[in-house]
């Protein structure tokens, strides 16, 4: 082990619990920027002790914070270079997977925190679930997968494994790729991205994926409604689903919340009955027959982010 002395890290308290430094210094460096108002509910049901344990792991060197312009800005977090190396020893990541950004320079903060806010909620609500998230890529790394010709570079990919129907041994792979609203972007874009999504089903692949759909999140029921209508025209309405982003936060991002496109763009007051398994299993997908196997971080740790 680099860095250790007689096996163990030094920079590390023994009074703290190790299982949960291990996990918020792998969710820190999954998601990179870390805001506790938006991802300290994962562990701790305190607000107060959402802001001091980070506190607690800069003073240990496993955290560092981005300069703030004034006092009254939120202290934005990031995983420290010698953390990183104590992760990938520690529980074996993929080097790749984890991150440092440089800077705060030239982020959109709302985009960024909107997006980690939804993977979170992901995180929680697979907690206790029979439904299990596989993989989480964000954007960054969706951009060195693309290839050529691709039409779209989604904000995310997130693949859910469920139980299979009806028995059956095995569980089903569940593909999602999300896009946010900011309701900044003109619908005529917005029908270009839904055109570029439907260009590739013909080849049934997109990054990798097959049977995958579309979620996107809007900022207002209004604003869905718009986007559902665009969606539709631009002949993606089957495959395309909206949903109020705040609405899937906080641990709720399996609940019922979801409208098919096509659905509430025939009726703007539709009440939205779909979630994002069973969305999913209504397209054609044949339920593996080969027992899921947990991937290499769930065997070391409960609740990290995949």
Known sequence: ?????????????????????V???????????????????????RKNTARQYPARLVKRGLLETFPRRSLADSHVYRVSE????????????????????????????????AMNRFWCSLVAACEGSPIRLHRFVPERQLRRFK????????DALFVLEAPADGG????????????????TERLKVWAEKIRGYR????????????????????????????????????GGGDFTYVAIAAVLEGGHALDAVLWRASTLA???????TDTLVSAARSTSRPASTTPVRPDGLSQHLSGGIP
């Not at 007689?6 to 023994?14: I, K, R, S």
């Not at 996990?23 to 049901?45: E, N, P, Q, S, T």
């Open 1 to 21: 082990m680099t860095g250790t002395v007689n096996g163990t890290w030094p920079f590390l308290d023994p009074r703290m619990d190790r299982e949960r430094v």
């Open 82 to 113: 010698r953390a990183l190396e104590w992760l990938v020893d520690e529980i074996g990541c993929d080097p790749s997977d984890v991150w440092r950004p440089a800077s705060l320079r030239r982020l959109n903060v709302p985009a960024a925190r």
């Open 23 to 45: 996990r918020i210094c792998y969710m820190v460096a999954r998601l990179g920027y870390f805001w506790c108002a938006d991802c300290g509910f994962i562990f701790f049901k």
């Open 168 to 183: 059956a041994e095995g569980a089903s792979r569940l593909p999602w790729f999300v896009e946010q609203d900011n309701s």
């Open 199 to 234: 260009s590739n089903l013909p080849s049934g692949r997109l990054y990798g994926r097959r049977d995958w759909l579309l979620l996107v999140l809007a900022p207002t029921r209004k604003r869905a409604a718009n986007i559902s209508r665009t969606a539709v025209a631009a």
């Open 147 to 154: 290839a050529p010709g691709c039409p779209v570079v989604p």
């Open 266 to 272: 025939a009726d703007a007051n539709a009440v939205p």
